[in-house]
Every structure is written in C-alpha cells, then in structure tokens.
C-alpha cells in the first residue's frame, strides 16, 4: 500500500524517518512527489510516532499544528484504505496483499527507469508492474 505526499525536501526527510523507525517499508521521493510503502496487509502509525518522525527530520512543526494537519496525511492512499483515524493512530489495511520482488539491474536500467518514473509524475514499481504486465500477458 502507499501513502502519496507532496514532493519536496522536507516530506523526503520524514518518510526517511518513518522508514529508520521501521513504521514504513520504503519511499520513493521525487521534486514532485513523496511516496511511501507499506508492504505488509496493516500499519498503525501514531501521531507520537509521527511527531518523533517529524523531529528526527529536523521539521519544525508543534505538536498542535501537527493535529490541525493529520488527517490530511492520509488523504491521498493507492491500494491501501484508512480503517481507522482519530486524533492519535492511523491503520492503514491494504486493498490486495503484495508480495515484494527484489531484482538486480544494470545502473543505466535504474537511472532510465528513474528519469521517467519523474517525466511521468509516477512511481518505479508502477513502471515495472506495468512493463510486467505487458511481458507477462503477451
């Protein structure tokens, strides 16, 4: 499941933060976008684990901007629904289990692959779900 934020400096630092403390398995970040995954059916995130996040980013945000904010955090989901939001958690529950493929590529594949995930306004593993797809259905 993935969470989708705005691109930019500081969102990329937070989503490395929520990755180090093990609340999310991965991120992409782009100028344009901020994307995390979650490669397991359920997440819970606190807002305390969040504002921790936040802090370990170097943002400079309250705690009581923070609650004004958080549910616009979890607006914007693919594959993933909010089964849960209150003033204090999130539980995120994705929509179709995923399984998680780690593959070996030459860095001129990688640097394409990366150029035109950002030309696109779209993630890597869209791409290669996609390049896949056509592969395998052919």
Same mark, same amino acid.
């Given at each position: ?20 403390m093990g609340l999310i398995d991965d991120y992409e970040a782009t ?14 995130? +606190?807002?305390?684990?969040?504002? #921790? @996040? ?11 901007? $923070?609650? !004004? ?8 989901l693919q594959d993933a629904e909010i089964a849960e939001l209150s ?7 994705a929509k179709e289990p995923k399984a998680v493929l780690s593959v ?7 640097? +394409?692959?990366?150029?035109?995930? #950002? @030309? ?11 390049? $896949?797809? !056509?592969?395998?259905?052919?």
């Amino acid at each position: 499941m993935r969470v989708i934020w705005l691109g930019g400096n500081a969102n990329a630092r937070i989503a490395a933060s929520l990755r180090s403390m093990g609340l999310i398995d991965d991120y992409e970040a782009t100028a344009i976008s901020t994307i995390l995954t979650v490669n397991r059916p359920e997440a819970t995130i +606190t807002i305390h684990q969040f504002y #921790e @996040a936040i802090e370990k980013a170097g943002v400079k945000v309250s705690m009581e901007e $923070l609650r !004004r904010m958080w549910p616009s955090f979890w607006v914007n989901l693919q594959d993933a629904e909010i089964a849960e939001l209150s003033e204090n958690h999130v539980k995120l529950r994705a929509k179709e289990p995923k399984a998680v493929l780690s593959v070996r590529i030459p860095k001129s594949l990688y640097d +394409t692959l990366k150029d035109k995930a #950002e @030309a696109e306004d779209t993630t890597m593993t869209d791409i290669v779900i996609r390049a $896949l797809k !056509r592969e395998l259905e052919g």
